[in-house]
C-alpha cells in the first residue's frame, strides 16, 4: 500500500502546481471584501445597448466545469499540455489580482428591477447575491474559457475530434457573451481579456518560447 502511495504521488506530481489555487482564492476573497464601494467605475457606451438576458445564466455556470473538466483532463492525459494550460490560466488570474489590487474597480450596469420572473432570474439574482460587481478585468471568465479552448484545439489527442473542437467553441462564445448579458462585465472586461490572453497566447504556444521549455514540457516519467 506504502508503494503503490509513493507511486501514486510520484506519477501525479505534476499536480504541485494546483497548490496556487489557494493562493488565488484567498487573495480573491480578500479583493471581494474590501473592495465594495469606493472604486473606479467601468463603463462603455456600448455596455448600455447590450440587453439583459437571464438565460445565459446556463453557459456562465458551465464555466466553472469547462475549466475544471479541462485541467482535470490533462492532468491525466498528456503533462505537457496540461503544464502550457496552467501557466496560461494563472498568469493571467494573477495579472486580474494584481489589477484588481492597484485599481480597485467596479460597475453599475445591473439592472434594478427585473422585467421577468422565472428560473432563470431566480438563478441571476443568486448570482448578484454571491458574487459583488467589482473586480472586473480582464475578465477571467473570458480570458479562462479562451485559454481552455486554445488548449482543446491545440491537443494533439483531440485535434481530430471535432464535436469537441466545436462544442468548445460554441461553448467558449456563449460564455463569453454570458458575461454582457447578465451584466457581469463591461465590454471593456472582455476586451482586455481578449488583449491579455493573446499576450499570453505568444509566450506559452509560441515556437520559440515552447522550444526553450521543451524539456520540461516532454519530460518523461518512468513506467509505473
Known amino acids: 500500500m506504502r508503494e503503490k502511495l509513493k507511486d501514486f504521488l510520484y506519477r501525479y506530481r505534476h499536480g504541485w502546481i494546483l497548490s496556487y489555487l489557494i ?7 480578500y479583493l471581494e471584501n474590501t473592495v465594495t ?17 437571464e438565460v445565459f445564466i446556463i453557459p456562465y455556470l458551465l464555466w466553472f466545469g469547462y475549466v475544471a473538466v479541462a485541467i482535470i483532463y ?4 498528456n ?9 496560461f490560466l494563472f498568469v493571467g488570474m494573477t495579472i486580474f489580482l494584481v489589477a484588481s489590487t ?4 467596479g460597475h453599475y450596469l445591473r439592472p ?5 420572473d422565472n428560473i432563470f432570474v431566480s438563478m441571476v439574482q443568486w448570482l448578484y447575491a454571491t458574487d459583488t460587481p467589482t473586480n472586473l478585468f480582464p475578465s477571467i471568465h473570458v480570458y479562462n474559457s479562451l485559454g481552455v479552448h486554445i488548449a482543446i484545439s491545440h491537443s494533439e489527442q483531440l485535434k481530430n475530434k471535432k464535436w469537441i473542437q466545436w462544442g468548445s467553441f460554441i461553448l467558449m462564445c456563449s460564455i463569453i ?15 482586455t481579456a ?9 509566450f506559452v504556444y509560441g515556437g520559440n518560447w515552447q522550444e526553450s521549455k521543451k524539456r520540461v514540457y516532454q519530460r518523461q516519467y518512468r513506467e509505473i
Not at 493562493?23 to 476573497?29: C, E, G, Q, S, T
Not at 481578449?194 to 505568444?202: E, L, P, Q
Request: hydrophobic share 50%; proline share 3%.
Open 74 to 77: 490533462f492532468f491525466f492525459k
Open 194 to 202: 481578449c488583449a491579455t490572453a493573446i499576450v499570453m497566447y505568444t
Open 112 to 116: 434594478r428591477v427585473f422585467e421577468r
Open 177 to 191: 457573451a454570458s458575461t454582457m448579458f447578465l451584466k457581469q462585465h463591461s465590454v471593456f472586461d472582455v476586451l
Open 102 to 105: 492597484i485599481y480597485p474597480n
Open 79 to 87: 503533462v505537457s499540455d496540461y503544464y502550457k494550460l496552467c501557466c
Open 37 to 53: 464601494r469606493r472604486f473606479h467605475v467601468i463603463h462603455m457606451a456600448v455596455d448600455d445597448y447590450i440587453p439583459f438576458i
Open 23 to 29: 493562493i488565488y482564492l484567498i487573495w480573491f476573497a
